[in-house]
């Protein structure tokens, strides 16, 4: 049995933040990733992170209190208002935290940080570093972490990589820690833990038209369901309006908001003809912008009846050369185009899940000495849709707190390293069932499970949302759900088996998704990302609630809880 | 839908004598199908027990780096079309020690990159707001910052095939990216690392590291900038 004071699970940007934050605290921190930790998802994000520090010339009058309404506003007022205001008011010290650690931003020609105009922004405040903001945040934090992995002035940081978490250990509302997959030889060990920080990411590849990397399984979510921990406002799915055709790969909110244009078949910029996207037109919040996209296609005025051009031409090619050069980059590479003299064609895709491990406004869940950072978590500030630029923001400002609060606790914790026979009895609990997955001789194929499910999520789960659709989704996942017990996998060795890894992740693929389908089918209003054709509108009376998923066997088991609103009372959302 | 002939590097260390190449026939069953994609195919479909890592699928994370066809590139932005060939051979990196089939040991790879202290050192405390960098200051770190750690130029160069202990072109240009930085104030303790028996001087300026960077990236450039820099040390003393 191994023994950290503080495990975090997960090496993108909350993970790694909560781990600088612990190793800073003295205490001895571990990370287990599944990936080495630069080959996490927050590697990809592209646009950039807000904050309000007015370095834009058009940004002077930003403020944290105008940034905040417009998170609370783009929610469509779902977001936990004094969560959102802790956000905000550690935004820009953690930018300026990250550019002292060495990130490369993009500068303004008076040398500060540079900053661009986002979907939903009442200024330009995203600030960026080309278009590859994500890779360089996520490299500035492995360089921190990478320091102080051999720094003898602080705690002790180990990262273990390519580990994949399996089990939550909960005793008496206490976490114990967790028990792991090493990938390398195909052994469990427990984990022991005085508290664990989960920062595992968001579950796009529960639909096969997501922008996410092939490792955004959903399985970081499944774990701690699995161990009575709620989920969270599952059903609250983002679509990003611009991905491109064919393969879902991101084209950044960046693109448009640079200048880019969005066109139909009849060379229109639509969103011009839409109320709701008719002032901020391409920059339009995310939902607004995708519900409008998949208008136009569904009404036959997309291309091939699949996909819309984004038009960057007139931007000129010295712009996407220094504002755009990983789209142009990618375009040219998976499409053989050059955004300088042809449109993209790009669709919306499933791009980030709002939902989450339900925790508090200092990452904790309802379980001791368990937190959430990240798009893992739901806290919740995005509410029922994120707006550009939050994200990456989400990651590094919770992902700090999570550290920090966990570290207090396990400083002031009394019966610190217990919980060795809660975990021995887990670690028996996962070999038997490991030992049950390898030598099941079941019919199903795991490919044609995964598959199936991609496929309903992406037909029903969509941006329009009806009755018929979601009860006949939640039907096929439970089905397949029934079928997963009865896979045979098409490896049994030991070392490496990445055969056994994605399909232990399926298990926990296919509950998640049973969350975010009864969650929808439960909310009978639109809100956000969530649009049932069926109730068109918002519906406060009934929903301005959270909707908290409990797991039993049987399936999903649905509560709500309230939604703080101490600054902003709920108004219709207009843009 | 045409058929296109896998040939994969097969190697488990443990139990196998001598590595082989497996034979699989996949269609060519989407428009701009992947290398990753095919792999993916075969791992789902045809043979479970291939192992070869994979992320982002967009050629940004850097982890399915392998020799492709007569090149080192990333399997998930090299479409089977364009390799103008029916036929594709897929090995490990190279002067990695391989765990299994495609998945080499990272380790010896990112030791090196650790050596040399990849992360800034301003030597001063930090301001209030952001340390001001023009923009002209910013581009001197440009392209290098975009490095995704691939290890591709360290599979194909010559020298960290025969000096083992050779920091090879993707920490020095880590290296080169620091110094570089109008932010970094520890030129000396840079150069201290690379201008060493197995540093800078070890590179033979064959530009193979260049030729395959996924990024195109230029290490062997940032190679010559450190030799500069540590000459103008040895010469002028700054």
């Known amino acids: 049995m191994k023994y950290h004071d503080v495990i975090i699970v997960g090496g993108g940007l909350a993970g790694l933040r909560a781990a600088i934050e612990v190793n800073m605290h003295n205490l001895r921190a571990a990370v287990l990733s599944k990936v080495y930790p630069i080959r996490s998802h927050s590697i990809a994000a592209q646009g950039g992170i807000n904050a309000p520090l007015g370095n834009h010339p058009r940004g002077s009058y930003d403020s944290w209190e105008r940034h905040a309404f417009d998170t609370v506003k783009g929610s469509d007022y779902l977001a936990d208002q004094d969560a959102v205001v802790r956000m905000i008011k550690d935004a820009s010290a953690r930018i300026f935290e990250m550019e002292h650690w060495g990130c490369p931003f993009s500068r303004t020609p008076d040398g500060k940080i540079a900053q661009r105009p986002f979907g939903g922004a009442g200024f330009p405040r995203t600030c960026f570093a080309a278009d590859k903001t994500g890779h360089m945040l996520l490299h500035t934090l ?20 390519e580990w994949i978490v399996t089990s939550l250990v909960v005793e008496n509302g206490v976490c114990r820690g967790v028990i792991a997959l090493e990938l390398a030889t195909g052994k469990l060990e427990a984990f022991k833990a005085d508290a664990v920080i989960f920062a595992t990411g968001g579950a796009g590849r529960l639909y096969s038209n997501s922008t996410n990397a092939l490792i955004n399984t959903g399985m970081g979510m499944a774990v701690p369901y699995w161990a009575g921990v709620p989920l969270k406002d599952m059903e609250f799915v983002q679509f990003h309006p611009t991905t491109l055709y064919g393969s ?91 955004p300088v003299d042809q449109p993209i064609p790009v669709q919306p895709g499933q791009h980030y899940t709002m939902g989450g491990i339900d925790c508090d406004k200092d990452g904790l869940s309802k379980v001791k000495g368990f937190y959430a950072a990240g798009e893992a978590a739901c806290v919740s500030v995005h509410g029922g849709n994120r707006l550009g630029g939050n994200s990456l923001l989400d990651t590094i400002v919770f992902g700090k707190i999570a550290g920090e609060h966990a570290s207090d606790y396990v400083v002031g914790k009394a019966d610190l390293g217990a919980g060795d026979k809660a975990l021995e009895d887990a670690l028996a609990r996962e070999e038997e069932k490991l030992k049950k997955l390898l030598s099941s001789t079941g019919s199903e194929d795991p490919s044609v499970i995964k598959e199936e499910m991609q496929k309903a999520m992406k037909d029903d789960v969509g941006i329009f949302r009806t009755k018929e659709q979601l009860g006949r989704a939640l039907q096929r996942i439970r089905e397949l759900r029934d079928r997963y017990k009865k896979i045979r996998l098409k490896h049994t060795g030991a070392k490496y088996n990445y055969d056994l890894m994605w399909n232990i992740e399926l298990g926990g693929s296919l509950d998640v998704a049973e969350v975010i389908v009864a969650g929808a089918l439960a909310r009978e209003e639109s809100r956000g990302s969530h649009f049932r054709r069926d109730f068109p509108k918002r519906d406060d009376e009934k929903f301005l609630k959270h909707t908290l998923a409990y797991y039993t066997p049987d399936g999903p088991r649905l509560e709500q809880s309230n939604v703080n609103l101490d600054h902003w009372a709920p108004k219709e959302r207009k843009y | 839908m045409a058929d296109i002939t896998f040939k994969v590097f097969r190697f488990d260390p443990g139990t196998d004598s001598a590595p082989r190449f497996d034979t699989f026939v996949a269609p060519l069953f989407k428009k701009g199908l992947t290398v990753l994609e095919a792999l993916f195919y075969i791992q789902e479909k045809l043979d479970g027990s291939l192992a070869f890592r994979a992320s982002c699928r967009e050629g940004v994370c850097g982890s399915c780096a392998m020799h492709i066809n007569g090149k080192y590139r990333l399997a998930c932005e090299t479409q089977v079309s364009e390799l103008g060939s029916d036929g594709v051979i897929v090995q490990p990196l190279g002067h990695l020690k391989v765990l ?26 930090s301001p209030e707001r952001e340390w001001p960098q023009t923009v002209g200051e ?39 990216r620091f110094a570089r930085d109008s932010r970094d104030n520890s030129l000396d303790e840079r150069l201290r690392l690379v201008d060493q028996l197995h540093g800078i001087w070890r590179c033979h300026t064959i530009f193979s590291c260049q030729e395959v960077c996924p990024k195109d990236l230029d290490p062997t450039g940032c190679i010559a900038d450190l030799k500069r820099k540590a000459m103008k040390r040895k010469l002028f003393g700054h």
């Open chain 1, 142 to 161: 492995f360089e921190q972490a990478v320091k102080y992995e051999s720094a003898a002035e602080r705690g002790e940081m180990k990262i273990y990589n």
């Open chain 2, 100 to 125: 299994r089939d495609l998945v080499v040991d990272m380790e010896p790879f990112f030791a090196k990159y650790k050596y040399i202290k990849p992360y800034l050192m301003p030597g001063s405390p």
């Open chain 2, 138 to 176: 910013h581009a001197k770190v440009m392209p290098s910052i975009d490095c995704i750690l691939c290890a591709c130029c360290h599979a194909s160069c010559t020298v960290t095939a025969t000096d083992p202990d050779y920091l090879g072109p993707a920490a020095l240009l880590w290296a080169d």
């Open chain 1, 248 to 338: 879902n790969i991101l084209m950044t909110e960046g693109a448009r908001g640079e200048g880019g244009y969005l066109t139909n078949n009849k060379g229109d910029r639509f969103t011009a003809n839409y109320a709701d996207s008719r002032k901020a037109m391409e920059v339009a919040p995310r939902d607004i912008v995708a519900r409008n996209m998949t208008t136009e296609i569904l009404e036959g005025r997309g291309f091939e009846d699949a996909y819309l051009l984004l038009d960057l031409r007139h931007l000129g090619e010295e712009k996407i050369a220094t504002r755009l050069p990983g789209i142009r980059d990618i375009c040219q590479k998976f499409l053989g185009i050059d």
